[in-house]
């Protein structure tokens, strides 16, 4: 079964700086690798998906990669902002059996 | 990508009541998946609904508790049943999107419900 963590599960810093969010998984025989934003009292944005054939994904200032062969997966957020704050999710698998969540980073970008 | 609303946004209800959420897609769809957020927690997958065929649940959810519909490709109901103060969470639906070269799932908003 698979099972993901994410560390680390809270990280407050000031505005403008670049950070790295970890997410890793047991088993490395994954469909996709999703990372999502939640937002208190509402849903989850999609950020970016990485295909298991792919080692990295970009957009804006956000950048994701996967290392399958250690089971790891990284998001790297440039120049955080306030409105950087949310919880972000790493979520693996897709196709019939869903995604397989880790339990999220709490991020607080202080102004 | 897919725009998805929920119904409704949240709810209080009493302890052995049910409750209905519904699930709407803004396009056509063949997957179609429920999840539970407890508070604090993460997300649980609870059931993949296909239309025209039954839902598969994910171990320790059965179909009594958390009965589903499918009738068409843009629309699912989840009833949470005989409720208790334990299915206190958000509930989520989402759907997966295909493209040519990859799959992608997007998540409505959630129905936040509180059982006293």
């Known amino acids: 079964k698979q099972e993901v963590t994410q560390i680390p599960a809270a990280l407050s810093v000031p505005e403008g700086e670049n950070l790295v969010l970890n997410c890793s998984f047991t088993?490395?025989?994954?469909?996709?690798l999703q990372w999502f934003r939640q937002d208190p009292g509402k849903g989850l944005t999609s950020l970016l998906l990485?295909?298991?054939?792919?080692r990295e994904q970009t957009s804006g200032r956000l950048n994701a990669s996967l290392d399958k062969s250690s089971g790891r997966s990284t998001l790297y957020i440039a120049a955080s902002q306030p409105g950087d704050s949310a919880t972000y999710l790493c979520?693996?698998?897709?196709?019939?059996?869903?995604?397989?969540f880790g339990k999220g980073t709490h991020l607080i970008i202080q102004p | 990508s897919a725009v998805i609303s929920q119904k409704p946004s949240r709810d209080i209800c009493q302890r052995g009541t049910s409750l209905t959420i519904q699930c709407q897609v803004d396009s056509q769809v063949t997957m179609m998946f429920w999840y539970r957020q407890q508070p604090g927690q993460s997300l649980t997958l609870i059931a993949t609904?296909?239309?025209?065929?039954?839902?598969?649940?994910e171990s320790g959810f059965v179909i009594d508790k958390f009965p589903i519909s499918r009738p068409n490709l843009t629309f699912s109901t989840l009833t949470v049943s005989n409720m208790s103060p334990e299915d206190s969470s958000i509930y989520l639906c989402?759907?997966?999107?295909?493209?040519?070269?990859?799959?992608?799932?997007?998540f409505g908003p959630g129905t936040r419900l509180t059982v006293l």
């Open positions: 088993d490395s025989a994954i469909y996709n």
């Open positions: 989402s759907v997966e999107v295909h493209s040519v070269t990859f799959n992608e799932q997007f």
């Open positions: 979520a693996l698998g897709g196709g019939a059996d869903g995604l397989t």
């Open positions: 990485i295909q298991s054939s792919q």
């Open positions: 609904a296909n239309q025209g065929s039954e839902a598969t649940y």
